[in-house]
């Protein structure tokens, strides 16, 4: 997937078999049901090697980094600074340039309020779309930045026209979600950069659903801030990645203080560190650094033109399933759109669904997907959501089905 879509040319077949089973959760029984996990885009499941990866840290190199000079301090530091050069060359930019944080939410929160706030004039704005999840809305919000949302058309794409059309001398920053987490819409980031960097407008991109589904390189991509997190890309829970331009984070000042994010103390003045530890207070989440280069050398060997073909047939195979399901109507049919499955059944609340699906084995999300702006949009309270990952197969997407047709059922 890129924004022209997956390149099929580049991909043989996957051994799915041998996939699952380096996934152990996937074998569960749920209500004396098989698993279908369908909720991927929530958080995926962890595959041996990161698991491997987490237990050999704590069994045999635990200790806090960068502050002793015993072995088990030697060790720890050592994998979690090369964790740093793996997350590095796995988007293709300098370790200086990736800051650790708990997720996207806290890599958009720390440019909120470290970039953004010193900056804000009274009236300057924040560009997002209608399609952001909150946390590329609210941290904009506590700064006191206007936030302003262009349209989202009928088929859940974005509209091109009127985003460009909003750009203006007041928009401060360009936020945006590179892959919906709602519809699946991927957006056509590298020509929204390119729009608003030729008006002199940093750009910043939520990846959160785009890193375990695309190839994302930082250094030709052109944006000034990109967010991500471990746990949708098969990492450990709590950890993610704030990349900025170097210029940026030199000249950002750090947004939470404490043990290693100085040089110097002093009751009069402190100094910082350097980037990227400047924004690092406390002890880090070692092993979180450590899984997530694990769950980057996994999706690399599978490789991602590979990862992408298989979930894009997946994702016509389950369009084309889900049509045959009574009432239901699928919200969000971008002709360019990752493996997502968002829909409602006529008369039936999701939750209700959802309860019934999980009866069945079938694990989806239910609710507002935390992008309560874009539910209102399309004039529902909540969708039923099916995303999908690397080890899913058709099995799962039949399961779904089956689900579906049951509760559809039940419940109309
Ligand atoms: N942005 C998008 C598009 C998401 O889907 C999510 C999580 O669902 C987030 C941001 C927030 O990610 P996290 O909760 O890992 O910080």
Not at 62 to 87: K, P
């Amino acid at each position: 997937m890129n924004d022209r879509g997956p390149d099929l040319t580049r991909a043989a077949a996957l051994d799915l078999d041998a996939i699952r089973a380096q996934f152990p959760i996937l074998a569960e029984s749920i209500h004396g049901k098989r698993l279908a996990y369908l909720d991927n885009a929530a958080t995926t499941q962890k595959p041996e090697a990161v698991l491997a990866a987490l237990d050999d840290y704590y069994r045999h190199a635990n200790a806090n980094v960068h502050r002793a000079v015993h072995e088990l301090a030697a060790r720890a530091t050592s994998r979690f600074e090369s964790a740093r050069d793996h997350i590095g060359a796995f988007f293709n930019t300098s370790r200086e340039q990736i800051v650790f944080t708990r997720g996207t939410t806290e890599s958009i929160n720390l440019v909120a309020r470290s970039y953004l706030q010193p900056l804000l004039q009274p009236g300057d704005e924040v560009l997002v779309t209608g399609m952001e999840h909150h946390s590329n809305i609210v941290p904009w919000q506590l700064v006191g930045a206007k936030t302003v949302a262009a349209p989202v058309l009928d088929d859940g794409s974005l509209d091109l026209k009127a985003w460009k059309a909003m750009l203006n001398p007041r928009t401060r920053l360009v936020a945006v979600v590179q892959v919906s987490n709602s519809l699946g819409t991927i957006n056509p980031i590298a020509e929204m950069i390119a729009e608003a960097k030729a008006r002199g407008i940093p750009v910043l991109i939520d990846g959160a659903q785009a890193i375990a589904h695309t190839k994302v390189d930082l250094s030709v991509l052109g944006a000034d801030f990109y967010c991500c997190s471990a746990h949708k890309a098969y990492g450990p829970t709590g950890f993610g990645v704030l990349w900025a331009r170097r210029e940026h984070l030199e000249a950002m000042l750090p947004w939470q203080g404490g043990g290693d994010m100085i040089r110097t103390v002093s009751f009069d003045k402190s100094t910082w560190n350097e980037v990227p530890y400047k924004f690092e207070a406390g002890t880090p989440d070692i092993s979180g650094a450590i899984g997530f280069a694990a769950a980057l050398g996994w999706i690399d060997q599978l490789g991602l033109a590979r990862i992408a073909a298989h979930e894009h047939e997946l994702l016509a195979y389950g369009t084309e399933a889900l049509k045959g399901v009574d009432g239901l109507r699928l919200i969000g049919t971008a002709a360019n759109k990752a493996g997502i499955l968002s829909f409602v059944l006529d008369q039936a609340h999701p939750h209700d669904v959802g309860a019934i699906l999980d009866q069945e084995g079938v694990a989806v999300r239910t609710g507002h997907h935390c992008t309560m702006p874009l539910m209102e949009r399309f004039g529902v309270s909540a969708t039923v959501r099916a995303s999908l990952a690397v080890y899913n197969s058709h099995d799962d997407i039949d399961q779904l089905a089956a689900a579906l047709r049951k509760a559809s059922r039940l419940l109309r």
